[in-house]
Every structure is written in structure tokens, then in C-alpha cells.
């Protein structure tokens, strides 16, 4: 079945200090990815997708995620955090067989804490 | 444009009552999510509209649940007889039809269900 595991559930990271999130997939076929973020009492917004091609995808806010096939995973990361970043962050997998029809399955999610 | 939106953002029902969530996708998306984001599950899909064609309940967890979608736009997410553990934040997306599964859903703020 399709899965996806953010293994990390909390991480805390200095303002300015670079920051990686980790994403791993299980998946049967070429996945389509994607990082969204939900600040509190918000609704998710998408930071990046990917579906093909160049396996370094930029996003906004200044996040990028890179694919690697054979790790299977979509590690998130930014140079520099800023407070605002402070959010929680989920990957998700879609596909014509991911899912049903088209629906993402998400990670638990990654919450981001930035010390000042 | 104007995002999805839902309403209401807040509800608060007591056990046993029916409650109706409303969702209004983005203008000229065809293809309709929900999901269900609770602390211990994480984030679930529910039900997928797409056009004209019969939606995909594979996620609904009871018979308590259903959906409908009038006129290929607004649809609303009714819950009969609520439980407790129906408690949680339902969020709808939308996004344009596509059958390879390459489609960036874009979510609203979520209504918040509690059940007391």
C-alpha cells in the first residue's frame, strides 16, 4: 500500500540555521510529491510539488525539495529559516495509483519550531 | 481568485445531532476533496468528486457519512449521528480535473468539529 513517513515529528531549529525535513515514500509507480505547510488554525498551503524531471524542485518561501528515486524519499530544505516558518509541514503522495483517484496520502507531518 | 472556502469555521454539536459542512471550490475546479485531520489519524481522505462521475467514498469511515455535490460546485459533508470521535477538522479542496493524478489540490481554512 501507499504510504508516506515523515520520521520526524517535532524539530526545533535556530533562526537563520539552515533546516531539512525528511519524507519517505512507498509507492508502486513514478509518484507525483508534494510539501504543503498549515500554520495554526490555517488551512494547508502548497510549498512545492513534484511531478517530473529535474529532481531538485524549487518552491516559495524559499524551500526547495530534491527527489531521490532510490532512497525514496523528498527531503524538504531551506538555507535560512525565519520565525515565520514556524508551522507544521506535510508530504504527501498522489498518483493515478496513489490513493483512489487522485487523492494525496499524507505524512503525520513535521512540526517546525524557530528559536529566536 | 478567491480560494475554497467552508463553512461554517466552527461548529459545536452534541452527540446524536446531524451536522452539514459546506465547501465552495475554487471557481472552475472540477475535481472535490475531503479530508479529515484529527490528532491521533493524522490526515484522511473521504470522498472525491470528479465531474460528472459517480465520487469516490472508498474513505468514508461509517454509513453516518455522506457527501453530495450540487451542480459540479458547492458540496456539502453531512454527518448523522454524531460521535466523539468524529471530532476533528474537516478540510475540502479542490482542484482541475485530471485522471493522471498530477493535480495541485488547494485546501481551505477547514470547519472545526467538535462534539460534546
Known amino acids: 500500500a501507499q504510504s508516506v513517513t515523515q520520521p520526524d515529528i517535532h524539530i526545533t531549529v535556530s533562526e537563520g540555521a539552515s533546516l531539512e525535513l525528511r519524507c519517505n515514500y512507498s509507492?508502486?509507480?513514478?509518484?507525483?510529491l508534494f510539501w504543503y505547510v498549515q500554520s495554526p488554525g490555517q488551512g494547508l498551503q502548497l510549498l512545492l510539488k513534484y511531478f517530473s524531471g529535474d529532481t531538485l524542485v524549487q518552491g516559495i518561501k524559499g524551500f526547495e525539495a530534491e527527489f531521490k528515486r532510490s532512497q525514496s524519499s523528498f527531503n524538504l530544505r531551506k538555507p535560512s529559516v525565519h520565525w515565520s516558518d514556524a508551522a507544521e509541514y506535510f508530504c504527501?503522495?498522489?498518483?493515478?495509483?496513489?490513493?483512489?483517484?487522485?487523492?494525496?496520502?499524507f505524512g503525520k507531518g513535521t512540526k517546525l519550531s524557530v528559536k529566536p | 481568485g478567491a480560494g475554497v472556502s467552508q463553512s461554517p469555521s466552527n461548529k459545536v454539536t452534541e452527540k446524536g445531532k446531524d451536522v452539514e459542512l459546506r465547501c465552495d471550490p475554487i471557481s472552475g475546479h472540477t475535481a472535490l476533496y475531503w479530508y479529515r485531520q484529527s490528532l491521533g489519524q493524522g490526515l484522511e481522505f473521504l470522498i472525491y468528486?470528479?465531474?460528472?462521475?459517480?465520487?469516490?467514498k472508498s474513505g468514508l469511515p461509517s454509513d453516518r457519512f455522506s457527501a453530495e455535490r450540487t451542480g459540479g460546485s458547492v458540496s456539502t459533508l453531512t454527518i448523522q449521528r454524531t460521535q466523539q470521535e468524529d471530532s476533528a477538522v474537516y478540510l475540502c479542496?479542490?482542484?482541475?480535473?485530471?485522471?493522471?493524478?498530477?493535480?495541485?489540490?488547494?485546501f481551505g481554512p477547514g470547519t472545526r468539529l467538535t462534539v460534546t
Open positions: 509507492y508502486g509507480a513514478t509518484p507525483y
Open positions: 504527501a503522495v498522489g498518483g493515478r495509483y496513489g490513493g483512489s483517484q487522485g487523492n494525496l496520502i
Open positions: 468528486f470528479q465531474g460528472n462521475s459517480a465520487p469516490d
Open positions: 479542496a479542490s482542484s482541475f480535473s485530471t485522471t493522471s493524478g498530477r493535480n495541485e489540490q488547494y
